[in-house]
């Protein structure tokens, strides 16, 4: 009994530890399938992200490929068109420019020709001008021709009583005659007419003189031959010595008056209105009186 007991506990133990093996390795073959299965599946799945990221990393890179191609194509487009616009414009400047200098050489050639036609008229002009002042000089010296012959008529009519007498226009006082202009210029410019005159700027002598110039003058202003332009002192033409009486000037008489805005003070005189003299401005149009010896002219 004992020993089927040991038998049977023995078989039992036996058993137990068979049925114990088998369900151990069971359990162990079920546990590697599930692990195995749990593997694959994870597996799969990590082949399938690995690939699908491979995928999305090529479609990356293609599209990266594709943008770099083309980017540089589009940019070499838009320099080419930028270039090309450039370049016309260069071109048009350049044809402006040329356009230009052809315009300012035109304008040149033609400023130099006008030059040359300025500079013959002016030729021209005072050739005129001299042939003028020739001819105003052969004109006054057939009026004087004409004044002598009257002048002859006149003594051969009187019997030669008349011993002087003036040029036409003059007037005759004493033993000069007289010149009383009608147009006004500077005091210079009428001091070298009285010359082309054969005659000089007004240089009164005596009381009687002046009365009969005054008489013919008033009351205009009349330019005559007293000046302190070149020592500072008043003297006539003839560098004789003038002293300032006032009565034979215009009231605070003469003044060298300085604010007229000519330049320089008043180194001339000229008969006022009522006859009394008046310093002022050389450079003043007034109207002048030329005196020569009859016999002279």
Partial sequence: MKAAASERGSGSEYTDEFENHESSDDTE????????????????????????????TALILLLLIITVSVSPSMNHVKFDRKFATTEMNVQNLTQTLASVVTRTRDLENHGNKLLLEISSLEFDQVTMESMLNNMLDSVQELRDRVSDLKCQINKLKNNNTQELCCPEGWLLFSSHCYFFSNDGMPWDAAKDECKKKRSELLVLKSKPEKTFVVSKTRPLYYWLGLSDARTGEWEWLDRTPYTIIRSEWMPGQPDDWKHHGLGGGEDCAHFHHDGRYNDDHCSRHYRYVCKAHASSI
Avoid at 29 to 56: A, N, P
Wanted: some cysteine.
């Fill in 29 to 56: 073959f079920w546990r590697k399938e599930s692990s195995l299965r749990m593997v694959g599946s994870s597996g799969g799945r990590w082949r399938c992200r690995f690939f699908v990221s491979i995928g999305v």
